[in-house]
């Protein structure tokens, strides 16, 4: 083989690793989230998956069914739900305590606390905190507020 064949070969190799690195960075976090924070968070996943490369699946229900699915053995990386909800979740060992959970807003009543977390069991914990903070940021609170809901 010619250097010239060695060349370009060790060219192509080298190309598709960082093609294959780039890839490998990138995450699909699994999200369950009770439905009040449906409108912030359509608005603010295209933006953070813009921004991380991770890919968001989110998945919408009542906070009891939030809860249901983050004590199940179903693999999810974050939830959104009220604190009194997380409180359990965390003394359950389901979800990790703060600062990998933040509070994000307030709704209607001063006991509707909106609260992200990230899983105990998640598989993509770099993912999962660049997430929570991203929601918990001062971007985020702006379309917190824009969407009706309380910044404590």
Do not use: C
Not at 62 to 68: G, L, M, P, R
């Amino acid at each position: 083989m010619s250097k010239s064949a060695i060349r370009l070969l060790a060219i192509v190799v080298a190309g598709l690793a960082g093609l294959y690195a780039a890839a490998a960075g990138a995450a699909e976090l699994k999200v369950v989230s009770t439905e009040a924070m449906r409108p912030a968070l359509q608005e603010l996943a295209p933006a953070f998956e813009k921004a991380s490369k991770h890919k968001l699946v989110i998945a919408y229900a009542t906070d009891a069914d939030v809860e249901k699915q983050v004590a199940s053995d179903d693999t999810i990386d974050i939830a959104i739900v009220t604190k009194a909800r997380m409180d359990k979740l965390i003394k359950a060992a389901r979800m990790l305590t703060p600062p990998a959970s933040k509070v994000l807003a307030t709704g209607a009543s001063p006991d509707l606390v909106y609260v992200v977390g990230s899983s105990f069991f998640t598989e993509q914990p770099l993912a999962a905190r660049a997430l929570v903070d991203f929601l918990a940021g001062p971007e985020a609170k702006k379309v917190y507020e824009a969407k009706g809901l309380k910044i404590s």
